[in-house]
């Protein structure tokens, strides 16, 4: 078992929905997690990173953390077609070496 | 402010032949990571280095070997390529562990033929 499962999609949504974005993990230990965005044929960049549990949002992205159900997501509201991207959750720890990446969710935003 | 930079971007290999991979960073990061990326696989940790002269073993190091001789650059050599290592090579680096931002290049698309 991967220490970060993420279903990789893909999936397919219309202009204006709103997207959800899924990992579980398996380490207890992981307190640092991320999303980010990669675009096709172009390195990942870092979307969103959120400490320990709970919420944080950034325009129309919320990162969402239940470390009591090792549960990951990502939520984007009025999804744009720019948003067609892989999206790769990740976890790391204080004093870890790596970070730990899922595979990726392939999303299409059709216009 | 170039970040992680990747030579070459692309290349097409015969089986047998080798071949280096640079990665340099311009962020004075301590961290720097290979990974490759294969469709359905995510990205998968080759090696990694803590500092200069520094190197580690990843998840899927077999094949391929890595040099930190200077902090800003780090080495990903292939000795003998197989079909097999054909795929996405991503460097990475940040400025300390798990807890920390990781700034990716932009790929070295490797083919074995």
């Known amino acids: 078992q991967k220490e970060v499962e993420q279903d990789p999609g893909p999936l397919s949504v219309p202009e204006g929905a709103i997207v959800s974005l899924n990992c579980t993990y398996s380490n207890s230990a992981f307190q640092y997690f991320m999303w980010y965005r990669q675009y096709s044929r172009k390195g990942p960049e870092l979307l969103m990173y959120?400490?320990?549990?709970g919420n944080k949002e950034d325009g129309r992205f919320t990162a969402q953390v239940d470390k009591s159900s090792k549960y990951i997501s990502l939520f984007i509201r009025d999804s744009q077609p720019s948003d067609s991207a892989t999206y790769l959750c990740?976890?790391?720890?204080?004093?870890?070496?790596?970070?730990?990446f899922g595979a990726g969710t392939r999303l299409f935003v059709k216009a | 402010n170039a970040g992680v930079t990747q030579t070459p971007k692309f290349r097409v290999l015969k089986t047998g032949q080798s071949m280096t991979l640079l990665c340099a960073q311009d962020m004075n990061h301590e961290y720097m990571y290979w990974y490759r990326q294969d469709p359905g696989m995510g990205l998968r940790l080759i090696h990694y280095s803590v500092g200069e002269g520094t190197t580690a073993k990843g998840e899927v190091p077999d094949g391929y070997n890595v040099s930190r001789l200077k902090k800003q650059n780090f080495l990903l050599g292939l000795e003998s390529a197989a079909p097999s290592q054909t795929s996405v090579y991503f460097c990475?680096?940040?400025?300390?562990?798990?807890?920390?931002?990781?700034?990716f290049g932009q790929g070295t698309r490797l083919t074995v033929v």
């Open positions: 990740a976890a790391g720890n204080t004093g870890g070496f790596k970070t730990i």
């Open positions: 959120t400490y320990s549990s």
């Open positions: 990475a680096s940040s400025y300390s562990g798990g807890n920390t931002e990781a700034f």
